[in-house]
């Protein structure tokens, strides 16, 4: 890497804060024209493919993380380990049967059960809606594979995939409560191709798998001709309740306030169709190439600490780093994660009250140039990796992400480096580390700001 900018003294005075808006500006200029991130996401999508916890790839991946955030200059380069159940994938088919034979695109979903070997043939009953299955009475899919077709809708903010996502999560257990032997879902899918998505489910249901959007499509219009309709699964797992898994970190420590600490990341693990690009390969990149940037030259005042979680999508990583952390939480003074792809940050929630204050008014000064939209509202979710730190009371932001091609491509097979575009990726970087050095180099109390806000 390159020596990049020097950093500024650390200013506690409003006017000083404020001046730090310059190098802000400069720093996410360079940001822009910076292969750091594109080349992390190039390496690690290529030299380890896809990373699920629970397998050598997972292993693979946490060296990788090491060796690079070493080869970047962060200092304190270690590994924190933890133990979570991992799910993994075992051989999968699905056919149906009767009336018009034919093979089905699925991918079981985070733990399912297995099928009995040689897999299970019964009659479907298909819902378009999840919410009329539950609509069913206990008992009333006693026999047989319930279907649930529900489409998800594409938005900018992904909020389609907060509004179904309960029939992958939940459904699982829902259908087993009414009797059913097996659960089909349309793939959380906003792309009409043969692609099923991945995803995990809660614990104590039944064999469960995701149909591709155009598999449900096929299956409505079979079902549609009135006769039974019967299908052939066979989905085998395993599953390890206490499968070794690591956080990856490396820090940039602060000149003046070595403890205080700034926690930034993405999540190092993936699902297994793809290689896990956009989910997160991007995040890891997104929140190293930032830290280095925003550091520059010089060390800032405090401490920027880069953390590549590694059981996002199983769970785990977010709650053993809170774990490990609690007792220094009081002195993390901001935490976010970058976990929604590589799409351009559209809009951004600062913590509460903040928005005003001189550090945050030089960090707003880059967003009209990246045409980002500082929103007045106070975030109130940051990624599930700082879930555990966001229950210690650390202050967090939210930088959302165009989301409107990411459930295209998120779980699938189709979450691939090509994916990309190598210019809204260096956006995030840009925002983040402008963010991150306003915030090292400054003196600001996010909890105090929120706290004025709250007395005013
Ligand atoms: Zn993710």
Redesign the pocket.
């Known amino acids: 890497m390159p020596c990049l900018i020097a950093a500024a003294a650390v200013v506690s005075s409003p006017a000083a804060a404020q001046s730090l808006a310059p190098t802000a500006q400069k720093v996410a200029a360079q940001a822009l024209a910076d292969p750091t991130a594109w080349t992390m996401l190039e390496n690690l999508t290529t030299e380890i493919g896809p990373r699920p916890v629970g397998s050598p790839a997972l292993t693979r991946a946490r060296d990788w993380g090491v060796a690079t955030l070493k080869q970047l200059g962060f200092q304190n380069v270690h590994v924190e380990a933890f133990t979570t159940g991992a799910w993994s994938r075992g051989a999968e088919s699905a056919e149906v049967v009767a009336p018009y034979p034919q093979k089905l695109h699925v991918l079981g979903l985070g733990r399912s059960t297995s099928t009995p070997a040689g897999g299970i043939t019964a009659p479907i009953v298909v819902f378009h809606s999840y919410q009329e299955m539950l609509d069913q009475p206990v008992g009333a899919l006693k026999g047989k594979i319930a279907v649930v077709t529900q489409v998800m809708r594409k938005t900018e903010d992904g909020e389609g995939y907060g509004a179904i996502n309960a029939q992958r999560t939940q459904g699982p257990v829902e259908a087993a409560k009414r009797g059913a032997v097996a659960y089909l879902i349309r793939s959380l899918s906003t792309e009409d191709n043969r692609e099923p998505h991945a995803g995990a489910a809660m614990p104590g249901g039944i064999p469960a798998a995701a149909l591709s959007p155009v598999d449900a499509e096929q299956l409505e219009r079979i079902v549609a001709r009135g006769q039974a309709v019967t299908i052939h699964l066979d989905l085998q797992s395993s599953f390890n309740p206490k499968a070794e898994a690591w956080n990856v970190v490396g820090e940039i420590p602060g000149r003046d306030h070595p403890e205080q600490v700034l926690v930034v990341g993405g999540?190092l693990d993936s699902w297994d169709p793809g290689t896990g690009a956009i989910?997160?390969a991007a995040g890891v990149a997104i929140a190293a190439a930032a830290a280095k940037l925003a550091a520059g030259a010089n060390p800032p005042s405090r401490t920027i600490r880069v953390v590549m979680w590694g059981s996002?999508?199983q769970g785990g990583s977010g709650a053993a780093y809170a774990a490990a952390h609690k007792d220094e939480a009081a002195k993390i003074i901001v935490a976010g994660e970058s976990?929604l792809g590589a799409g351009q940050i559209w809009s951004l929630r600062l913590p509460k009250g903040s928005m005003t204050t001189p550090a945050m008014t030089a960090f707003r000064s880059v967003l009209p140039g990246l045409r980002v939209i500082a929103s007045g509202e106070a975030p109130n979710e940051g990624g599930s990796d700082i879930e555990g730190l966001m229950a210690l009371s650390v202050p967090f932001v939210d930088f959302n992400q165009d989301a409107t091609r990411y459930f295209d491509l998120h779980h699938s097979a189709d979450d691939t480096l090509d994916k990309v575009k190598p210019d809204e990726l260096a956006q995030n970087v840009a925002v983040w580390a402008a963010f991150l050095y306003t915030v090292a180099n400054s003196d600001i109390d996010f909890r105090k700001t929120a706290q004025e806000i709250a007395t005013k």
């Open positions: 999540h989910d997160d996002e999508e976990d």
